[in-house]
Nanobody, 118 residues
Framework: VQLQASGGGLVQAGGSLRLSCAAT????????MAWFRQPPGKEREFVAH????????YYADSVKGRFTISRDNAKNIVYLQMDSLKPDDTAVYYC????????????WGQGTQVTVSS
């Protein structure tokens, strides 16, 4: 599966952005999908995960209640709605996919920059 992330940009603190990740290749609904981010000078960190059907989602504590992950299996897209953004949310955001029964994410998008100004 190939992944293409988009939707990043510059936003003021308190604002919102929606990231999209379009998938091509093998059946999108076969993959668990996730968003990760890498703040400047820091290691990549988990943000959110959504199961294949979209029925279950998981979030890092730092974004819980502010970010929402969703997917449209008909359109092969996963979204990350980011509300109440903070300067600490500034990072390159990556979407990732993993196959059933596998714990690691083998497929990654190219990343999209999100910058939150104070």
């Amino acid at each position: 599966v190939q992944l293409q992330a988009s939707g990043g940009g510059l936003v003021q603190a308190g604002g919102s952005l929606r990231l999209s990740c379009a998938a091509t290749g093998r059946t999108f609904s076969s993959y668990g999908m996730a968003w990760f981010r890498q703040p400047p000078g820091k290691e990549r960190e988990f943000v959110a995960h959504i199961m294949r059907s979209g029925a279950s989602t998981y979030y890092a504590d730092s974004v819980k209640g502010r970010f929402t992950i969703s997917r449209d299996n008909a359109k092969n897209i996963v979204y990350l709605q980011m509300d109440s953004l903070k300067p600490d949310d500034t990072a390159v955001y990556y979407c990732a996919a993993r196959e059933v029964g596998v714990t690691n994410y083998a497929y990654w998008g190219q990343g999209t920059q999100v910058t939150v100004s104070s």
